[in-house]
């Protein structure tokens, strides 16, 4: 576990400070307006999110941008798996509805 501390990074496009405060994964230069990845604490705030969506942790880099896209990739495809079992749960309760009405007509 990583102790939350104030951190004040500068800028790499116009060296002005820049304060993400202690969780920030990605911040706004409030002077130049360019979007920053916060390292490394904030790749461990994204390893944390991996593991939390069953993601292995990559062993090599992988932007912000990469482990958001690696997730919403997990999601789809379990979304995807959860339609099926849901249809084929349907299929296999209606094949059961219909025996059983068979059963009451021809029983
Ligand atoms: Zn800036």
Redesign the pocket.
């Known amino acids: 576990m990583l102790t939350p501390r104030a951190r004040v990074i500068s800028?790499p496009?116009?060296g002005?400070p820049i304060d993400p405060g202690a969780d920030a994964v990605r911040v706004t230069?409030e002077?130049?307006h360019?979007v920053i990845d916060i390292t490394p604490e904030g790749v461990a705030t994204m390893a944390n999110a991996l593991v939390k969506a069953g993601v292995a942790i990559p062993k090599h880099a992988m932007s912000v941008d990469d482990i958001h896209a690696e997730i919403a990739e997990r999601d789809a495809v379990k979304r995807e798996r959860t339609k099926t079992a849901l249809l084929v749960a349907l299929v296999v309760g209606l094949m059961v509805a219909g025996l059983v009405a068979l059963a009451i007509a021809f029983g």
């Open positions: 800028c496009n116009c002005g230069c002077h130049c360019r």
